[in-house]
C-alpha cells in the first residue's frame, strides 16, 4: 500500500487502525450495527437475569438461563456453518437477525402484557441464542469478502472492539434502565437497536459461496467440515489453544469466592474483577495498531496464549486487588490478541466454501470452553484451594501450549504472507 500522509505508515501506528472501516463502506455498516447491537443484546442479558430472580428469587433459575443458550449456541453453531456455506450468506444474515428482532419485541410484549412466566424468558433467551448461532459464521465469513487479506487483523481487532464494548456498557447500561424505567424500557432499546444490525445486512450484496472450479455445488455438511479441519493441522491448532486457555485457566467462576477470601471485598469486588479483563480486552483493541505489521501469526497466538496463563498464574498469587485487576486486565489484552490473530487466520486460510463451517466450529468453542472451564476450575478450587486452583491452571496452560507447540512445530512458522491451514 502506497504511504499517504493521510494514512500513517504502519510502523507508526499505535492506536487501532481505521483503515476498514474508511476502504469499505459495506464492512462500515456492518461494524457500526454490531456495535449498537451488542450494547442492546448486554442490556437484554442482564435485564432477564434481574427478571428471572424477581420471578423466582432463586440463583439456581437464574443460572438456568446461561444453560438454555448453552445449548442451542452448540447445535445451531455447527448447523449455521453449514447452511452459511449453501446459501446466500446476506440472506441467512439477515433472516437470524430478524428472528433476534421479532424475539426482542416478543420480550417487550411480554412486558407489556404483565405476562411473569419463567419459562416463556427461557424459551426467548434460547431462541435468541440459536439466532445469534446461525447469525455469527454468516457474518465472520463475509468479512474477508469485504475486506483484503491485508486489513483482516484491523478488522479484527475492531470486531474485538465491538464484542467488549457490548460487554461492558450493555450490562451497565440495562442496570440503568432497569432501574429507572423497568424492563420493558431495556427490551425496547433492544429492539430498537437491532434495527441497524438489520439495515447493515440489507444494504450488503449477495455472497453466495464460492467453490472451485468444476466443482458442482451441494449442500455443505458439518462432517466434511470437520474432515476439513481434521487434515489441516495450523487450523487445528487455533482452536487447542483456545481450549488451554479457556479450559484450564478460566478463573471468572471463582472471582465471587476470591473477592471474599483474598481481597476481603463483596459483590462490588467481584463486579470489578469480572470487569477487569474485559477492560483489558478493550484496551487490546483500541492500541491494536502494531498487529498489522506482524506475519508470524501462528508464533503471537503463541506467545498471547502463553501471556494469558502467566497473568493468571501470578493473579492467583496475588492479596491485593490493585494489583490482581492489573494482571487480570494483562490477561484479557493478551486474549484480544490472540482472538485478532486466530479469526484471521480462520479468514485468510480457509477457503471461501468452507468458512462458515470452520466459524461454527469456531461459535462451539467459544460457547463451550469457558463454560467447561468454569466446571473444572471449581472442581479444582473445592478438592484444593482456591489459589491453587488459579496459579496452578494458569501453570498448566502455559504448559499445555509449549507442548502443543512442540508437537506441531509448523505452526510458529505460519506466514500470513503465505497462509496455510
Given at each position: 500500500?502506497?504511504?499517504?500522509?493521510?494514512?500513517?505508515?504502519?510502523?507508526?501506528?499505535?492506536?487501532?487502525?481505521?483503515?476498514?472501516?474508511?476502504?469499505?463502506?459495506?464492512?462500515?455498516?456492518?461494524?457500526?450495527?454490531?456495535?449498537?447491537?451488542?450494547?442492546?443484546?448486554g442490556m437484554t442479558s442482564l435485564a432477564v437475569s434481574l427478571q428471572v430472580y424477581?420471578?423466582?428469587?432463586?440463583?439456581?433459575?437464574?443460572?438456568?438461563?446461561?444453560?438454555?443458550?448453552?445449548?442451542?449456541?452448540?447445535?445451531?453453531?455447527?448447523?449455521?456453518?453449514?447452511?452459511?456455506?449453501?446459501?446466500?450468506?446476506?440472506?441467512?444474515?439477515?433472516?437470524?437477525?430478524?428472528?433476534?428482532?421479532?424475539?426482542?419485541?416478543?420480550?417487550?410484549?411480554?412486558?407489556?402484557?404483565?405476562?411473569?412466566?419463567v419459562g416463556l424468558l427461557y424459551a426467548v433467551v434460547a431462541l435468541q441464542a440459536a439466532c445469534f448461532a446461525v447469525n455469527s459464521p454468516a457474518r465472520s465469513s463475509m468479512i474477508a469478502r469485504l475486506l483484503p487479506a491485508e486489513q483482516l487483523p484491523a478488522a479484527n481487532a475492531l470486531n474485538s472492539m465491538t464484542s467488549t464494548t457490548g460487554t461492558l456498557v450493555g450490562p451497565m447500561l440495562g442496570g440503568l434502565v432497569v432501574g429507572?424505567?423497568?424492563?420493558?424500557?431495556?427490551?425496547?432499546?433492544?429492539?430498537?437497536?437491532?434495527?441497524?444490525?438489520?439495515?447493515?445486512?440489507?444494504?450488503?450484496?449477495?455472497?453466495?459461496?464460492?467453490?472451485?472450479?468444476?466443482?458442482?455445488?451441494?449442500?455443505?455438511?458439518?462432517?466434511?467440515?470437520?474432515?476439513?479441519l481434521g487434515t489441516r493441522p495450523n487450523l487445528r491448532m487455533t482452536f487447542f489453544t483456545d481450549l488451554c486457555a479457556m479450559l484450564l485457566a478460566n478463573p471468572r467462576a471463582l472471582f465471587p469466592v476470591v473477592a471474599v477470601l483474598w481481597y476481603g471485598g463483596d459483590a462490588r469486588t467481584t463486579g470489578l474483577l469480572v470487569a477487569a479483563p474485559a477492560f483489558g480486552a478493550l484496551l487490546g483493541g483500541v492500541f491494536s495498531g502494531w498487529l498489522g505489521r506482524v506475519r508470524r501469526h501462528?508464533?503471537?497466538?503463541?506467545?498471547?496464549?502463553?501471556?494469558?496463563?502467566?497473568?493468571?498464574?501470578?493473579?492467583?498469587?496475588?492479596?491485593?486487588?490493585?494489583?490482581g485487576l492489573l494482571f487480570l486486565a494483562l490477561a484479557g489484552c493478551a486474549d484480544t490478541t490472540s482472538m485478532v490473530f486466530r479469526n484471521t487466520m480462520l479468514q485468510a486460510a480457509v477457503p471461501d466454501e468452507m468458512r462458515g463451517r470452520l466459524q461454527?466450529?469456531?461459535?462451539?468453542?467459544v460457547a463451550g470452553g469457558p463454560r467447561l472451564g468454569d466446571f473444572l476450575a471449581g472442581s479444582v478450587a473445592d478438592l484444593t484451594s482456591p489459589g491453587l486452583a488459579v496459579t496452578g491452571g494458569g501453570i498448566a496452560c502455559v504448559v499445555a501450549v509449549a507442548l502443543l507447540a512442540l508437537r506441531w512445530r509448523g505452526f510458529a512458522r505460519y506466514d500470513a504472507r503465505d497462509p496455510q491451514p
Open positions: 500500500m502506497t504511504e499517504t500522509a493521510e494514512e500513517p505508515a504502519p510502523r507508526t501506528r499505535i492506536f487501532a487502525d481505521l483503515t476498514p472501516l474508511r476502504s469499505s463502506p459495506d464492512y462500515r455498516r456492518l461494524w457500526f450495527g454490531n456495535t449498537v447491537s451488542w450494547i442492546g443484546q424477581d420471578i423466582t428469587r432463586s440463583a439456581f433459575s437464574v443460572g438456568l438461563i446461561g444453560f438454555c443458550s448453552f445449548l442451542p449456541m452448540v447445535v445451531f453453531g455447527l448447523f449455521g456453518g453449514a447452511v452459511a456455506d449453501t446459501v446466500d450468506r446476506r440472506k441467512l444474515g439477515l433472516a437470524s437477525s430478524a428472528g433476534s428482532f421479532v424475539l426482542s419485541v416478543a420480550l417487550v410484549a411480554l412486558t407489556v402484557a404483565g405476562v411473569e412466566q429507572w424505567w423497568g424492563y420493558r424500557a431495556a427490551y425496547t432499546v433492544d429492539a430498537v437497536t437491532f434495527t441497524a444490525a438489520l439495515y447493515a445486512m440489507w444494504r450488503l450484496p449477495a455472497m453466495l459461496p464460492q467453490r472451485e472450479e468444476g466443482v458442482r455445488d451441494k449442500r455443505a455438511s458439518v462432517v466434511d467440515g470437520l474432515r476439513f501462528g508464533l503471537a497466538v503463541l506467545l498471547a496464549v502463553g501471556c494469558w496463563g502467566t497473568a493468571i498464574a501470578v493473579f492467583g498469587l496475588t492479596r491485593q486487588l490493585w494489583l461454527g466450529v469456531f461459535i462451539v468453542v
